[in-house]
Nanobody, 132 residues
Framework: QKQLVDSGGGLVQPGESLRLSCIAS????????IGWFRQAPGKEREGVSC?????????????LRGRFTIPRDNAPRDNAKNTVYLQMNDLKSEDTAVYSC????????????????????WGKGTPVTVSS
């Protein structure tokens, strides 16, 4: 069974950091674009970031660039664990939302937000609450 499991959310204070994980099972992430989306209560879903694993390209929502990154140090993704991460720094109350990962054919920035194409698999989401 092919599925994505996203995790790592929680309750943090403004200014703190979280790292979300997206783990694939039943298929490899090598040939997919992995996007991160979020949806706050009463709001539309927003595309936060994306990495195209075939060439390593990364995309970030205009308003989040600099605070949110898909780590590209020693592990742009963890090959052995078939995992993609989303590092979120300097979190703000407006970042409160349920964050979900998605495996797609490709992604791009449209209107300042990430959009995916050929979306195939979604994680169930992990809640992030930023509050003092």
């Amino acid at each position: 069974q092919k599925q994505l499991v996203d995790s790592g959310g929680g309750l943090v204070q403004p200014g703190e950091s979280l790292r979300l994980s997206c783990i694939a099972s039943g298929f490899t992430l090598d040939y997919y674009a992995i996007g991160w989306f979020r949806q706050a209560p009463g709001k539309e879903r927003e595309g936060v970031s994306c990495i195209i694993n075939t060439d390593g390209s990364t995309y970030y929502a205009d308003s989040l660039r600099g605070r949110f990154t898909i780590p590209r140090d020693n592990a742009p993704r963890d090959n052995a664990k078939n995992t993609v991460y989303l590092q979120m720094n300097d979190l703000k109350s407006e970042d409160t939302a349920v964050y979900s990962c998605v495996a797609a054919d490709s992604c791009a920035i449209v209107g300042g937000w990430v959009k995916t194409y050929g979306t195939e698999y979604w994680g169930k989401g992990t809640p992030v609450t930023v509050s003092s």
